[in-house]
């Protein structure tokens, strides 16, 4: 049984109000005020449908091992961005977002109305670490004959899927991008560390909720238990 629902996602910006005006723009989504920790959240209105921009002091120093791929009728709307690949080497086109955080963009003549298609992290052991995210999380996984791993199906979120790819350097820095589940079904904080998570800060004076890491170190935040 499923210890998490999945809640929405958090991206780790220099500059929180430009990285979410971004965001917004090629998800069709808002984005709200900024906050008084300088934070800004976007949102599509559906379920699971939230990303929180994050004002951080750090900027982007490595290739992120967590990126978004979206979904667009054209690259037109991503003019103007640094395009990492070229137009055919993919099924996808690699570009950078303003603080060069990197994203795939699919095409289709007619778009789903869901633009944000999948979370892609990579992985040391894409086999080994989507298990453990299905087993925690819940829904459908599948080992693809093309030598990744995607976890479809994800109770409380719009995403086609979470997409597991093998790459062969180590995470060296804190991921940019993280996800924030609730507890579900009684589950416990306690249950994610027997599970094999570990705890990174604890909830405090200053936090309602625990933030963690999984086996490969990606951090995620755990709220639901007081």
Known sequence: MALVTWQNLCIDASDAPTVAAFWARVLEWEAGPVDADGDVTVSGGGPGETIVVLAVPESRSVKQR???DLRAESLDRFGGLDQLSEVGDFS???????EGGELCVFTYDTPPAHRLKAVGIDSADHVAISQWWADVLGGTLTHSDDGYSHLDDIAGST?????????PEPKTVKNRIHWDVTLTGGATV?????????????????????????????EFCVFGES
């Open 92 to 98: 996808w086109t690699v570009f950078a977002d303003p």
């Open 190 to 218: 306690g249950d994610l560390v027997a599970a094999g998570a570990v705890v990174l800060r604890p909830q405090d004076h200053e936090i309602t909720w625990t933030v963690m890491a999984d086996p490969e170190g990606n």
């Open 66 to 68: 967590v990126h978004l």
């Open 159 to 167: 995403l086609e899927s979470m997409d597991f790819a093998p790459v």
